[in-house]
């Protein structure tokens, strides 16, 4: 797994502004929350917190409105001041509420989503004993800084612009650094595998390790027989493959290569020509051969003989790809558990139900990512599930 810079790790980018609303009285929500993970309580503030820096990572530094549901005039008001692109109609302040609410519901999913997620992978994370210590998440950080902006003075351009404090983003390096270390104690034992087991799949797949004679060919492709026969002709009173190509050739592609067609396999032409070329002898001018596109001439410049991969020779490409597909499906196998368990212990008041709560509208499925990702925030921002 690799880092993604602090610009797209970290950033933002929202369409449209959005809006805080009041919290409704969700389940065994305690006043003052958005939702409830087990014992854990993401309230209000949470929320707020996060979905202003989410609208003022989409205003990239501009005027930032406050949300304002469930009315949405200062939406609508900020809408009404954009330029209208010519030709259109100035809509109407009920068509600019609607999309103001189309947008909130948006971006209320994604903050929700994130700090569900982010709530989950913390309290797996405390649960199997993984940690992370402040010196490594600093670490992380001043690299992905180093690599995002050049100077000191963008750094803080880009927070200023974001929304975001420090703060945040060292939080959200964490959020990452404990997902990855989740993912690494989930898959360590599914990544052993064995002689025996590589063995086992090479005796199986003896054919993926198998590579056939290949033809090295040079070839003039004429429309018609007679033209064949010219560039045949010429070839054989000694003038070079380069300029009866260059004078004959309707084929552009070897054409460019001064007839040279590389390393071809068995059933890879027509097969008029296929069959002529590996009846051939190397160095014998051959043809012409008739064929849907035309008439060829040729010759076998070079034979590379089939060959069979052994497996001592495979034994590392197997045990790759064989660690590979089994850390995979512990890790898938994993997450499904992982999101079905939290989610039967995730609450959320009403106007705030997402696909991770236990009380999340019927009608509506799961939206986080089926194997995992980065933990960070909304939108671009990868989200915090565990993942290889």
């Not at 449209?16 to 854990?40: F, W």
Request: aromatic content about 6%; some cysteine.
């Amino acid at each position: 797994m690799t880092h993604a810079s602090i610009k797209s790790l970290l950033s933002v980018a929202i369409v449209g502004l959005g809006a805080a609303a009041v919290a409704g009285c969700g389940n065994e929500i305690p006043s003052g929350a958005v939702a409830k993970v087990g014992d854990a309580t993401i309230t209000q503030d949470e929320f707020d917190k996060w979905l202003k820096t989410a609208v003022s990572g989409q205003a990239q530094g501009g005027a930032v409105v406050v949300p304002d549901p469930p009315e949405f005039s200062k939406c609508v008001a900020a809408k009404k001041k954009l330029p209208v692109p010519e030709g259109q109609k100035t809509q109407s302040d009920a068509a600019l509420k609607k999309q103001c609410e189309q947008e909130y519901d948006t971006l209320k999913g994604e903050v929700m989503q994130f700090l569900i997620q982010a709530e989950w992978v913390t309290q797996e994370a405390e649960d199997q004993g993984v940690e992370v210590s402040d010196a490594a998440v600093r670490k992380s950080f001043e690299d992905q800084k180093k690599q995002a902006f050049p100077t000191e003075k963008a750094y803080q351009e880009f927070i200023k612009s974001s929304g975001m404090t420090e703060e945040d983003i060292l939080y959200r390096v964490k959020l990452n650094q404990l997902q990855e270390k989740l993912t690494q104690k989930i898959t360590e034992d599914a990544g052993k595998v064995s002689d025996e087991d590589i063995q086992e799949y090479y005796e199986k797949n003896k054919k993926r390790f198998a590579q056939p004679e290949r033809r090295d060919l040079r070839v003039v492709l004429t429309k018609t027989e007679a033209k064949a026969d010219q560039a045949r002709k010429a070839l054989a009173d000694g003038q070079s493959w380069k300029k009866v190509v260059n004078q004959y050739s309707i084929d552009e592609a070897s054409k460019a290569q001064a007839g040279v067609l590389p390393a071809v396999a068995k059933g890879q032409q027509d097969k008029a020509l296929d069959d002529a070329v590996f009846e051939a002898k190397k160095g014998e001018l051959e043809g012409p051969v008739k064929t849907q596109f035309g008439w060829y001439v040729f010759e076998v410049e070079k034979v590379t003989p089939a060959s069979q991969q052994s497996l001592e020779e495979s034994k590392e490409t197997i045990r790759n790809l064989l660690r590979s597909e089994r850390q995979q499906k512990t890790l898938d196998d994993w997450i499904k558990d992982f999101r079905e368990q939290y989610k039967e212990d995730t609450s959320c008041a009403d106007d705030y139900r997402v696909a991770e709560c236990d009380n999340a509208p019927k009608e509506k499925g799961d939206t986080g990512p089926a194997s995992g990702g980065n933990p960070s925030g909304p939108s671009q921002s990868p989200q915090p599930t565990p993942e290889q």
